[in-house]
């Protein structure tokens, strides 16, 4: 069972980000479907701790192109990649507080509820100034 539901709603429009985007859900999905809730914790703690070097490894990526074009929303933009790395930490910090939580269920609300809202309003406005500068 998927963690994250791949939605009509995360397209950007642009085919080559939606299928990163796409990916990166994918990815997320399997490494949580490897593990279930009542693993050993050091086992939940380094699987989330591969989905977060995903996930800021596609921030990483996107906050160079950013830097390397002077893109004027910057900031605000790598704030709200900042804001889902916190998210991620404080499950993982849950996990290790408490054994019985469900990372499951975080993950899915909390990294869901973000990327539906980020993939719908930043990374459009980004991803088609970084296609018409010829970036791939
Ligand atoms: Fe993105
Ligand atoms: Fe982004």
Redesign the pocket.
Known sequence: MSVIEWKQEFKTGIPS?DY??EH?IAVINDLADTISVDAPLDEIEFHLGEIYALIEA??AL?EKIMRDMKYLGYAEHKEDHDRLLDEIRDIMENVAKDGAFDYRVALGERVGTWFGL??KTL?PK??ALIHGAGYR
Do not use: V
């Open positions: 980000i990163e985007h990166l596609h921030f996107e980020h993939f990374d980004l991803h």
